[in-house]
């Protein structure tokens, strides 16, 4: 799915794209680094499609999912990575 089709569906969900990522709990930079690509990835492209869906249908999609106790995923590392110190025989 392409980035213009898939905020085309966040407007038929009626939800930003900031308030959309902080629902699904994905970065927000995450998904604009999709803009560039042009495409965006199955997965996020199939909620995109049911959180427009739901909408349709009258389903209060957020609140659903609100439910699911959602955790962001943390980079681990992140910062400066430690270098291993070279061990030289003299």
């Known amino acids: 799915m392409t980035f213009i089709e898939f905020k085309k569906l966040l407007l038929d969900a009626e939800i ?4 959309f990522s902080k629902l699904i709990k ?3 930079k995450n998904i604009q680094s999709y803009k560039k690509k042009g495409e965006v990835p199955n997965t996020i492209a199939v909620i ?3 959180f427009a869906t739901m909408h349709d249908k009258g389903i209060d999609y957020k609140y659903k999912i609100e439910t699911l106790e959602l955790q962001a995923k943390t980079k681990k590392g992140a910062g400066f990575a430690k270098t291993k110190k070279d061990v030289t025989s003299s």
């Open 26 to 28: 994905v970065s927000e």
């Open 48 to 50: 995109a499609k049911c």
């Open 16 to 19: 930003s794209l900031p308030k």
